[in-house]
């Protein structure tokens, strides 16, 4: 059976709190980062769209958070600007919905006003044209700009004293360029594993790689 070492380290926290210890760590309140780059979320009639009647997405490599998989297929999106931006990944499983993560920076490639958005709360959003191998597809909502936020377990959240839906500040020491990026959300799910997601654009401002570090600071 795995060990999961953040339900111990609640568990151990809340135990020595109880009795007046404080609990001090280098570490308790370092998040590892997972860097997004541009992609693609498909419904099943847009996977049958794209690929053809009957097409599964192909699964080429896990991702961190459990049950999400990168998959072989890439596709062509294409904006107002009619500047197409090529090989765009798509990630699985399918959705209820189809839903386009860029970065700001694509955003202007594509003419497109993509806002900061929560995944899945895609109502009022900007569409574009999605380009596949066996046909095209043109949502009329879906292209947004993913939000920053960290990934919890239930135990995670317990061990940083946040719940869902929850905004936090995080201090980014870990890269080329110390800052601290302000109102991240925190996503508390069984489903889910501790990581801090953002964008290409944010990762390169300050240096930071995948993989790196960031703090969950209360003030």
């Not at 699964?59 to 990168?70: D, I, N, R, T, V």
Request: net charge neutral.
């Amino acid at each position: 059976m795995a060990i999961d070492v953040s339900a111990i380290t609640a568990a151990v926290r809340t135990v020595l709190e109880t009795q007046g210890i404080a609990v001090v760590s280098d570490t308790s309140d370092m998040v590892p980062v997972g860097v997004s780059n541009r992609h693609i979320h498909l419904s099943k009639e847009h996977v049958e769209a794209l690929f053809g009647k009957g097409y599964e997405l192909q699964p080429m490599k896990e991702l961190s958070q459990p049950g999400q998989f990168a998959c072989k297929e890439q596709l062509t999106i294409i904006g107002p600007s009619m500047r197409p931006i090529e090989k765009v990944r798509v990630l699985g499983p399918v959705r209820k919905a189809t839903q386009v993560e860029i970065s700001r920076t694509d955003s202007y490639t594509l003419k497109v006003k993509a806002p900061v958005r929560e995944s899945g709360k895609i109502e009022g959003t900007p569409g574009l044209t999605i380009v596949g191998p066996k046909g095209v597809v043109t949502i009329d909502q879906g292209c947004i700009i993913a939000n920053r936020h960290i990934h919890m377990s239930p135990a995670d959240g317990e061990a940083f004293k946040v719940k869902d839906g929850e905004y936090v500040n995080v201090l980014v020491d870990d890269g080329e360029r110390r800052t601290k990026w302000f109102d991240v959300q925190v996503r508390v799910s069984p489903d889910f594993r501790l990581e801090m997601h953002v964008d290409t654009d944010d990762a390169n401002a300050v240096g930071l790689p995948c993989g790196g570090k960031v703090r969950v600071v209360k003030d």
